[in-house]
């Protein structure tokens, strides 16, 4: 009985109390219990098109990535505007980047990364899921934007995740 009561996405039923609340420009004892009621019931509809819980091994390590991902779009921005702003040509590849993670999950976090940093974005993957089609904007080699994603981005995720 109290597994029904209790929150089964409890990080989307959080971001869903928030939103209601955001979105009803302060908190009232009704704003509050409709959030609660919504938070709840949201995540109880829709239970069966969850896949199954990601298992974070070492969710701490989240902000520190999320850190690392704002700084690198940053910098990625300034770069991509000073590319196309000289008079210097890019050099566009296509690269077969061969996947180490094996969560769905987190071959997800790792090709929405890619495609949110100016200058790369994600193309496919196998149905395998072990290569991801990345494209850059701009690179000396293909063996440098691997080792540039696996440091960056994979390893990290394999540490969260493994």
Excluded at 17 to 31: C, E, H, I
Excluded at 109 to 137: C, Q
């Amino acid at each position: 009985m109290l597994d029904r009561l209790s929150f089964p996405q409890p990080w989307l039923s959080a971001i869903l109390f928030t939103t209601w609340q955001f979105l009803n420009n302060g908190l009232s004892g009704a704003s509050v219990v409709m959030g609660l009621l919504l938070a709840w019931l949201i995540p109880q509809i829709t239970a069966g098109f969850w896949p199954e819980r990601p298992v974070f091994a070492r969710p701490w390590r989240v902000p520190a990535y999320l850190a690392r991902l704002v700084k690198d779009i940053i910098v990625a921005s300034f770069s991509v505007a000073r590319l196309i702003l000289s008079p210097r040509q890019p050099r566009p590849v296509f690269v077969c980047y061969p996947l180490q993670l094996e969560h769905p999950l987190a071959i997800t976090i790792l090709a929405s990364t890619i495609s949110l940093t100016p200058g790369t974005v994600s193309a496919d993957v196998s149905e395998d899921r072990k290569t991801l089609l990345v494209h850059t904007l701009d690179a000396g080699s293909e063996q440098e934007v691997i080792d540039a994603i696996h440091e960056r981005y994979e390893k990290p995720l394999m540490e969260m995740f493994q």
